[in-house]
C-alpha cells in the first residue's frame, strides 16, 4: 500500500506510523529523517537544505520533493509505502501526484488522524522532559513523575521545551490548519481519505486505522 498519513500536532502520527508500517510490511517514510540522514551524509540536497536551515529559512518544496522522491526510490519502497509528515501542503501533493503518475502508481489511501484540539494543546503542553536525557519522557497528566520536577529513571531535572508551551502549540495548530490541512480537501476530491478519530490506547487507535485503511483499499 501507498499511504499518505495527516494530522495535527500531537495527533501521534509517528508512533502510528511506526505500528503501521511494521503491521503493513512497507517502509515509514518521515521527512524529519529525511532531513536528518540527507544533512548527517552530507549529500547534496541535505547541504542545500541546511543552507536554508542555517540561515532561519524555509527550505524549498522542490528540496523537500527531492528528497522525498529519492527515498521513494530505494528498493524498500518498491511495493509501498507510508509518508509521514510529506506532503506538508497542495503544491507538495501535486507533486507526488506527478511522481507516482510517471511511474504508473497511485496512492491507495490518505489516513487522517482527528484529535480535538484542546486535547492536542493539553498532549503536547504537558510533556516533561529530562535535562540528562531526552529519551526520557513524561506527562502531567498521562504519565506524571513519581516526584513533581524529577525524573524517576536518573534523577534529572524535568523541564517543559520552548516549543511545547500552549502559545507555541497553538501557533503550530494555526500553520497546520492554514498550510496542511488543504490537502485533506484536496484529497478527499479524489475519494483517498479515510478519518479516524485518534483517541484512547495506541493499540486501540492502531487497529482502528488497520481497519479503516483494509476499507479503503477493498
Known sequence: M????????????????????????????????????NISQQTELGKLAKSYMDKGELVPDEVTIAMA???????DAEHGFLLDGFPRNVSQAEALDEML????????GVLD??????????????RRICRN?????FHVTYKPAKTEGVCDVCGGELYQRD????????????????Q???????????????TILALGKVEEVTAR??????RQAA
Not at 522522491?69 to 530505494?74: C, G, N, S, V
Not at 490541512?181 to 483517498?192: C, F, M, R
Open 2 to 37: 501507498r499511504i499518505v498519513l495527516v494530522g495535527p500536532p500531537g495527533a501521534g502520527k509517528g508512533t502510528q506510523a511506526a505500528f503501521l508500517a511494521k503491521n503493513l510490511s512497507i517502509p515509514h517514510i518521515s521527512t524529519g529523517d529525511l532531513f536528518r540522514a
Open 69 to 75: 522522491k529519492d527515498r521513494m526510490e530505494q528498493p
Open 101 to 108: 503518475s510517471a511511474e504508473a502508481m497511485k496512492l491507495d
Open 113 to 126: 488522524l482527528e484529535v480535538p484540539e484542546d486535547e492536542v494543546v493539553r498532549r503536547i503542553a504537558g
Open 133 to 137: 536525557d531526552s529519551a526520557h519522557v
Open 163 to 178: 516549543d511545547d508551551s500552549e502559545d507555541t502549540v497553538r501557533t503550530r495548530l494555526e500553520v497546520y490548519h492554514t
Open 180 to 194: 496542511t490541512e488543504p490537502i485533506i480537501d484536496y484529497y478527499k476530491a479524489q475519494g483517498l481519505v479515510v
Open 209 to 214: 486505522a488497520m481497519e479503516a485503511l483494509s
